[in-house]
C-alpha cells in the first residue's frame, strides 16, 4: 500500500492510575448514590409525613426529590466514567458542573419546603 492510502489512526497511551486514585474516585461516586438516596427518602417523606402533602408546593417538593434522585446517579456515572478516563490518560481531571447544579436544586428544595410549612 501507499502512504497516501494508510489511514492515521490516533492511538491514545492509557494506563492503570494508582489504585488509591481510582478508589477514591469510586469512593465519589458512591456518595453521589447515597445523596439520591437521601433525596429519594426526603420524597417518600414529603409524600407521606408532611402535613401540607396535598398543597401544590409540598407535591413540588416531592416531584422535584424524585427527579433529581433519579438523575443524580446518571450524572454521577458520568462523572466517574470521564475523571477516570482522564486519569488513565494522565491528563487534566475535567471540571464538574454536578456540584454546582446540585447545590442550587437542593438549596431551592430546601427553600421550598420552609415557605410550604409555613405558609398557610
Known amino acids: 500500500m501507499a502512504q497516501g492510502d494508510m489511514m492515521s489512526v490516533d492511538v491514545v ?3 492503570e492510575p494508582d ?4 478508589l ?7 456518595a453521589w448514590v447515597r445523596t439520591a438516596l437521601g433525596l429519594s427518602a426526603a420524597a417518600a417523606a414529603a409524600k407521606t ?3 401540607w402533602e396535598m398543597a401544590v408546593l409540598g407535591r413540588v417538593v416531592e ?3 424524585w427527579v433529581i434522585a433519579a ?12 475523571t477516570q478516563r482522564a486519569m488513565r490518560r494522565d ?13 442550587v436544586c437542593v438549596g431551592s428544595l430546601a427553600v421550598a419546603s420552609m415557605f410550604a410549612l409555613y405558609l398557610p
Open 13 to 15: 497511551d492509557e494506563r
Open 19 to 22: 489504585y488509591r486514585f481510582t
Open 24 to 30: 477514591a474516585n469510586e469512593r465519589t461516586f458512591l
Open 49 to 51: 409525613l408532611a402535613p
Open 63 to 65: 416531584v422535584a426529590c
Open 71 to 82: 438523575g443524580l446517579p446518571l450524572a454521577a456515572h458520568h462523572r466517574w466514567r470521564t
Open 91 to 103: 491528563e487534566d481531571l475535567p471540571r464538574s458542573r454536578l456540584v454546582p447544579v446540585l447545590a
